[in-house]
């Protein structure tokens, strides 16, 4: 079993900043990548950004060059640090974890996902 826990959303206005971070503990997969993914009210959870083991990323074309995944392998901590926040990127943010990068954007691949955190731009 592995437990995510998300921490670091909140109520922000546009153009500002926020960083989501997400602690892994319990079993963890030797080169597992870590994702972001968002889902807004009536709409399907969308992708936002992986991470992985050895650092390579992948971001969806909305939040490219505004968001940036990182991750602490010793501490099992993926972040996504948000800047130039929209309205758009309303919506409650969650943490998963799979085996291997392959895939990388798709939800239903991977394998563990934590409760998730709101976050709210507002105009």
């Known amino acids: 079993q592995v437990q995510l826990v998300e921490s670091g959303g909140g109520l922000v206005q546009v153009g500002g900043s926020l960083r989501l971070s997400c602690a892994a503990s319990g079993r963890t997969f030797s080169s597992n990548t870590m994702g972001w993914f968002r889902q807004a009210p009536g709409k399907e959870r969308q992708f936002v950004a992986a991470?992985?083991?050895?650092?390579?990323?992948m971001y969806a074309d909305s939040v490219k060059g505004r968001f940036t995944i990182s991750r602490d392998n010793v501490k099992n901590t993926v972040y996504l640090q948000m800047n130039s926040l929209e309205p758009e990127d309303t919506a409650v943010y969650s943490c998963?974890?799979?085996?291997?990068?392959?895939?990388?954007?798709?939800?239903?691949?991977?394998?563990?996902w934590g409760q998730g955190t709101q976050v709210t731009v507002s105009s």
């Open positions: 991470i992985s083991w050895s650092g390579s990323k």
């Open positions: 998963a974890v799979k085996s291997g990068f392959g895939g990388a954007t798709i939800s239903t691949l991977y394998n563990y």
